[in-house]
């Protein structure tokens, strides 16, 4: 058995895949310690003839090759073939930073955790090409329970799998994967696997550098997104079912779904015109979670009657509330703000 597997899929990333394989390859760890898992999910561009040289210079790299599926499916194939004791998820348009991975791994076969989770730099195209160095800060890891780790670390803003080692049998005997074939796959699979583990160490210590930016220009939230998100609201607040949890817990839950609720609420009634798809959306959502309400506070509860009596209205209200606001005043006050003293 391998210590490491590193699953990276890929799809349309010809221009940063090869950056991507290249930074893992530059962790000082020995070959025989770890494996590489691509996943060929049907790429339609030059993405694996970028790297072709790279596979066959290596043997430690496996393909998987299967139709274009999205990453969840992408993720739970090559988290079934894994051979490594822990599971490396790294997007393919992302990198790791040089020698950062080394300390951490041995640090959880040590250990024998469930989860360690590490920390990364946001940076664009142009500021990864610019730095040679990246700075690295002082080593400190914390042994911490899965509950610990979900109240004290989890911001439901920022559930990136790639920042996680997993312990690949935490995950087979948990039956832990991904929902398969929707958008925003990260926040229910991120909130079970922290609200499940046992044992976590929380690491102080960079290990991925995310490029922020380029995604940006070619995202289009679309009713199959709108979806996707509810869908992902839905698996997040099925969790709100067990009985097990603490109360602080519930409580930590019940928060993280009212923020993605609000915040697909919040791109539905920007990024939707037509009054029918807006109320196409808020039923499929009822749909999936009749029971899914939210009771801290007034504003919660208040929306939480709108959205289950009268959900059309509450739409149309955030819509009209987003267009005058977002569309007329908003630009009033950020004008007014520098004559203001």
């Known amino acids: 058995m391998k210590d490491l597997t590193i699953i990276v899929p890929v799809y349309n ?38 790297i072709d040289d790279i596979i066959q210079q290596h043997q430690n790299i496996r393909i998987i090759n299967q139709d274009n599926q999205g990453l969840s499916v992408a993720r739970n194939n090559g988290i079934s073939a894994a051979e490594g004791k822990y599971i490396l998820m790294p997007d393919s348009d992302d990198l790791l930073i040089e020698n950062s991975l080394p300390v951490l791994l041995d640090k959880a076969i040590a250990t024998h955790t469930d989860l360690l989770v590490a920390d990364f730099l946001r940076m664009s195209d142009e500021e990864i090409d610019n730095k040679q160095v990246f700075p690295q800060k002082e080593l400190e890891m914390r042994e911490k329970t899965g509950e610990q780790l979900f109240l004290e670390d989890l911001n439901p803003y920022e559930c990136y799998v790639w920042r996680t080692l997993y312990r690949k049998d935490f995950l087979i005997n948990n039956s832990l994967e991904f929902v398969p074939g929707i ?75 009212y923020i993605s609720f609000s915040k697909m609420i919040s791109i539905v009634v920007r990024d939707f015109e037509k009054k029918a798809e807006r109320n196409e959306i808020v039923d499929f959502l009822k749909q999936l979670a009749p029971d899914i309400h939210f009771r801290n506070g007034a504003k919660q509860k208040s929306i939480s009657f709108m959205f289950k009596h009268i959900p059309h209205l509450y739409i149309q209200m955030r819509h009209i509330y987003a267009s005058c606001f977002e569309d007329v005043l908003r630009p009033i006050i950020r004008l007014r703000r520098p004559f203001q003293k």
């Not at 962790?27 to 999910?41: K, M, S, W, Y």
């Open 13 to 50: 990333v010809e221009k940063y895949i090869r950056a991507c394989l290249e930074s893992i390859f530059q962790q000082g760890l020995a070959e025989n310690r770890f494996e590489i898992i691509i996943v060929n999910d049907g790429t339609q561009d030059r993405s694996m003839e970028m």
């Open 183 to 257: 958008y925003i796959q990260d926040v229910p699979f991120t909130h079970e696997c922290y609200i499940k583990a046992e044992k976590c160490i929380r690491a102080n210590w960079l290990m991925n550098i995310y490029r922020r930016g380029h995604e940006s220009a070619t995202f289009k939230f679309n009713m199959k997104k709108a979806k996707d998100f509810c869908i992902a609201i839905t698996k997040t607040w099925e969790l709100t079912h067990d009985n097990g949890l603490s109360p602080r817990v519930r409580h930590k839950l019940e928060e993280d779904v």
